[in-house]
């Protein structure tokens, strides 16, 4: 697809086809996620891919019973890595290689920085990693519709129970979202109704002076259409 068709066609999906996604699918999604821009590009994302029923089923526990984690053939738990040091020492070896910095003075000096806000109290690592790994998320499900696969992130759900029940060192990752995939479903209603409403650029963009409207009104067209069941 073209980008903006991308952008403006993929939607949240609930119901999936009863259809696997094969490994290759799945590889050349994340092949694309992975060039997501992050915090002094430190790429603090990891991505834990549940294919097996019964790790779909204790994610889904964790998510509030909430069914599409399961009808799904896939559910991606995005992890935020809480210390930005973590791999910073090949990130920045890579800047000085390639010219971004010039010397290795200036390559320790931009570390100190970073060594710096791993000290930081976890509360701002959290804020910080999420920003970060929020953008690869949305990487994540527009690579994925690119390829005409179906997403659904996930906020509703509970973070410690999804660090027990995968074992996940819950010091140094944040789950940060939660994204079902596959193949949607022939008639899904996310897919087949008319998509929902967006607010305009000019409510959402401020020039020079921050003055946020304080209230939004459908257009007539949208405020007559008749309810949905969602």
């Known amino acids: ?6 952008v403006t066609s993929r939607r949240s999906v609930h119901q999936y086809a009863d259809e696997d ?12 996620v992975r060039h997501a821009p992050s915090s ?29 984690v399961t009808d799904a053939p896939v559910a991606v738990v ?19 290689a390639k ?8 390559r320790d000096a931009v570390m100190e920085n970073v060594a710096a806000m791993s000290e930081l109290p976890e ?31 996930l906020g509703g759900f509970d973070a410690d129970a999804v660090v027990e029940a995968f074992d996940i060192d819950g010091d140094q990752y944040e789950p940060v979202m939660l994204v ?9 209603a996310d897919v087949d109704r008319e998509r929902k409403y967006r607010r305009s650029v000019d409510e959402i963009v401020h020039y020079d002076e921050f003055d946020p409207v304080t209230s939004t009104e459908l257009p007539d067209a ?9």
């Open 1 to 6: 697809m073209e980008y903006s068709e991308v």
């Open 21 to 32: 996604l094969s490994t290759e699918v799945v590889e050349s999604i994340f092949e694309r």
């Open 40 to 68: 002094y590009n430190l790429q603090p994302w990891e991505f834990l891919v549940l294919t097996e029923d019964e790790n779909r089923e204790a994610l889904r526990e964790a998510a509030n019973g909430q069914e599409h």
């Open 78 to 96: 995005v992890l935020g890595n809480k210390d930005p040091a973590a791999h910073a020492e090949a990130v920045f070896d890579d800047w000085v």
């Open 99 to 106: 010219g971004y910095l010039p010397n290795n003075d200036a």
């Open 123 to 153: 509360e701002e690592r959290r804020v910080w990693t999420v920003r970060s790994t929020t953008i690869a998320a949305t990487e994540l499900m527009n690579a994925a519709w690119d390829e005409g696969v179906a997403t659904c992130p």
């Open 180 to 188: 079902t995939m596959g193949y949607s479903a022939d008639g899904a």
């Open 222 to 230: 949208a405020a007559e259409a008749p309810a949905s069941d969602d």
